[in-house]
C-alpha cells in the first residue's frame, strides 16, 4: 500500500480498508495510535513533575522555606539551586511532598533570588 493510500485512510476515515493490505496498514495505525496515546500521557505525567520556578530571598538570610507548585507523589525528588548570589554554598533540608528548606553559608546582602529545578 502506497503512502498516499494511508494518507488519503487517514485524512478520510470514512474510506473502507477493505483489502488484505489495507486491513494490514488499518492495524498498523491503530497501533501507531494507541502508542501515541500512550507516550502522550507519560509526556504529560513527566511534565506534572518537573518544575522550573524562582523566589525572591530577602535580606540577611541563610534560609528559605520554598512551597512546591504542586504535591509531589513522594519526598525523594531532586532539587536543582541557582542563587544569584555568593551564598558560600547550598544545602536542602527537610524535605516533604509539599517542599523543603534551601539553606546556605553566607547571608544575603539586598534581596536576591534564587531558582530551582524540580525534577521528581
Not at 507519560?42 to 522555606?65: P, Q, R, S, Y
Not at 507548585?69 to 548570589?85: E, I, K
Amino acid at each position: 500500500m502506497a503512502y498516499q493510500d494511508v494518507k488519503k485512510g487517514l485524512i478520510s476515515p470514512s474510506r473502507p480498508f477493505a483489502r488484505t493490505a489495507d486491513v494490514f496498514a488499518q492495524d498498523q495505525i491503530d497501533f501507531l495510535a494507541k502508542n501515541l496515546q500512550q507516550l502522550s500521557q507519560e509526556v504529560v505525567l513527566c511534565h506534572n513533575l518537573v518544575w522550573n520556578f524562582a523566589v525572591a530571598v530577602g535580606n540577611g538570610l541563610t534560609t528559605l522555606a520554598v512551597t512546591l507548585p504542586a504535591r509531589m507523589p513522594d519526598a525523594n525528588y531532586f532539587v536543582g539551586v541557582q542563587a544569584n548570589f555568593n551564598n558560600g554554598g547550598t544545602w536542602v533540608t527537610a524535605k516533604t511532598t509539599t517542599g523543603f528548606t534551601l539553606n546556605w553559608v553566607t547571608a544575603t546582602v539586598g534581596t536576591q533570588a534564587a531558582r530551582f529545578l524540580i525534577v521528581g
